[in-house]
């Protein structure tokens, strides 16, 4: 009868370690789940910041672009309006 009740308790802790292994694949599975949606959005936001870094790169280009012109409508605007005071200077 020994034998009988120590083939129970080694049975029943068998399940339990059986419960515990399927509780831990079931665990490591949704973990991965987890791992593979951090790894695709990590992926989009590199893809993003790339992309914002390349639009940033032309937003800079472009404010230079238009500062030199803005600077060189000031020479020439400063041109006129001397050569303005200079006919206005003879006509006087």
Same mark, same amino acid.
């Given at each position: 009868?020994?034998?009988?009740?120590?083939?129970?308790?080694?049975?029943?802790?068998?399940?339990?370690?059986?419960?515990?292994?399927?509780?831990?694949?079931?665990?490591?599975?949704?973990?991965?789940?987890?791992?593979?949606?951090?790894? %695709? #959005? +990590? $992926?989009?936001?590199?893809?993003? *910041?790339?992309? !914002? @870094?390349?639009?940033?790169?032309?937003?800079?280009?472009?404010?230079?672009?238009? %500062? #030199? +012109? $803005?600077?060189?409508?000031?020479? *020439?605007?400063? !041109? @006129?309006?001397?050569?303005?005071?200079?006919?206005?200077?003879?006509?006087?």
């Amino acid at each position: 009868m020994a034998s009988t009740s120590q083939l129970d308790k080694a049975i029943a802790h068998f399940e339990q370690a059986m419960r515990q292994l399927e509780a831990a694949w079931a665990q490591s599975e949704q973990n991965q789940g987890k791992i593979t949606k951090l790894n %695709t #959005e +990590a $992926s989009a936001l590199k893809d993003d *910041r790339a992309r !914002l @870094a390349s639009e940033l790169d032309e937003v800079r280009a472009r404010a230079e672009e238009l %500062t #030199e +012109a $803005s600077r060189q409508a000031a020479r *020439r605007i400063e !041109l @006129a309006m001397a050569r303005v005071r200079t006919v206005i200077g003879e006509e006087a």
